[in-house]
Structures are given as structure tokens and as C-alpha cells.
């Protein structure tokens, strides 16, 4: 089983969609979680941390249920420009930090 | 401005030579990594390195050499060893090491060695 594991789509939603997209994680000692876009042939950039309470970041919401070991991530009103590969990024400290990525879901916001 | 530059953008190589791919970065970060991604797959750590004159194996270090020699560079090397050197080099940069960091991305390296 993969340390962390993503849909890879795609997924294709009309304009003004709401679409989520999961990851789930196996490490049950994973301390931080973050979500990064990746543009096609380009480099990852931060899209936003994931913190235990939620966050929200204008139309982008990111959960984590510890729980459930799993992630999520929220985009409302999608626009054509939100169409990407959405990384899920996992770190667990065990005397090195450990930073694994999913390997992408694939966004597709269409006219 | 600041940043992480990479250079070349693309690199072609023959079979069986060696060939270093460069990166800096002017954000006076202190750590520094180097990734490879795949087609439809997530980023792999090669190397790291905390500090100048640091460095640590990855996941996947077979076939790779780096050095950290001053703070802003972190060149890989990608040796003749690798049996798949074909792929998307990132290198990234982070404030420190910490479990918070944020990694910065240089634009990438496509290496195709035929």
C-alpha cells in the first residue's frame, strides 16, 4: 500500500462547480499536511497548509480527519484557471523529516 | 528577485555519460532537496541536505551523486549507474527542516538520455 494515496482523475467539472478530492495516508504518525498545484510541465507551488481544524482560503477549504487518516480538499465556483494536478503532500518526523506526495489528482474545470 | 533557478530547462545526454544538473537559489534557505517525478506519479526525494557540507540519501539515491559545497548551490549529478535517468528533475529549497517548512520549487530539469 502507497504511503500516500490520490484519485488520479481526471476529474472534469463544468465552471462554477463545487468538486473535493481526497487523500488518504498511512502513517498514523504524519504531522503536517499540505495541498500543492502543479501545472502541467511545471513546478509544484504551495496552494495551502492543512490544519487540524480546517482552513478555508478564499473558495479552497482543506480538512484533515486524523481518524480516518485522510485529507481533503474543497474547491467551490471552479474556474477554467483551476484546472491543475493537485498534490497531496504528507510529513512524519522519525529522526529525518520524511516529506511524501501523493501523486496528483488531475483537475479538469471545462466551459 | 528571489528564488530557485534550475538550468537547463532540457538536457539530452547519450547512454552511459554522466551529466550534472544545476540548481541555486538567492532565498538564503538552509536546506535544499532534489526530486524526481515521473509521468503520473508524485516527486521522489533523491538527496537532501540540512546544511553546507551535509548531505543525505533520499528514497531513491542509486546512481546519484550531489554536493553542498556553499549554501546557495546544490548540484546532482546523475550518473551512468542510474538505470532510468530519464525523468523531471525538481530541485526545492525550505527555511529549515522543520515540519512546518514550506519547499520552494525551481522550474525543473526534463533530462531524456537515449
Excluded at chain 1, 7 to 12: L, W
Excluded at chain 1, 49 to 72: C, H, K, M, P
Excluded at chain 1, 83 to 110: D, K, M, N
Amino acid at each position: 500500500r502507497k504511503e500516500v494515496e490520490q484519485d488520479p482523475g481526471p476529474f472534469n467539472v463544468p465552471e462554477g462547480a463545487t468538486v473535493a478530492f481526497n487523500c488518504t495516508y498511512s502513517n498514523s504518525a504524519s504531522q503536517s499536511f499540505f495541498w500543492y498545484r502543479q501545472d502541467c510541465r511545471k513546478e509544484p507551488k504551495l496552494l495551502m497548509s492543512v490544519y487540524s481544524s480546517g482552513n478555508e482560503d478564499g473558495r479552497f477549504t482543506a480538512q484533515l480527519n486524523r481518524a480516518s487518516q485522510y485529507i481533503s480538499l474543497l474547491i467551490r465556483d471552479s474556474k477554467l484557471s483551476d484546472s491543475a494536478t493537485y498534490l497531496c503532500v504528507v510529513i512524519f518526523y522519525t529522526g529525518r523529516r520524511a516529506l511524501t506526495f501523493g501523486s496528483g489528482t488531475r483537475l479538469q474545470v471545462q466551459p | 528577485d528571489g528564488g530557485i533557478t534550475q538550468s537547463p530547462k532540457y538536457l539530452f545526454r547519450k547512454e552511459g555519460q554522466n551529466v550534472t544538473l544545476s540548481c541555486e537559489q538567492n532565498l538564503n534557505h538552509d536546506a535544499m532537496y532534489w526530486y524526481r517525478q515521473d509521468p503520473g506519479q508524485g516527486l521522489r526525494l533523491i538527496y537532501y541536505s540540512q546544511i553546507v557540507n551535509d548531505f543525505q540519501k533520499g528514497d531513491i539515491a542509486e546512481g546519484y551523486s550531489v554536493s553542498r559545497e556553499k549554501k546557495e548551490s546544490f548540484p546532482l549529478t546523475v550518473t551512468s549507474a542510474q538505470k532510468n535517468p530519464t525523468a523531471f528533475y525538481l530541485c526545492a529549497s525550505s527555511h529549515g527542516t522543520g515540519v512546518d517548512n514550506e519547499q520552494y520549487f525551481g522550474p525543473g530539469t526534463r533530462l531524456t538520455v537515449t
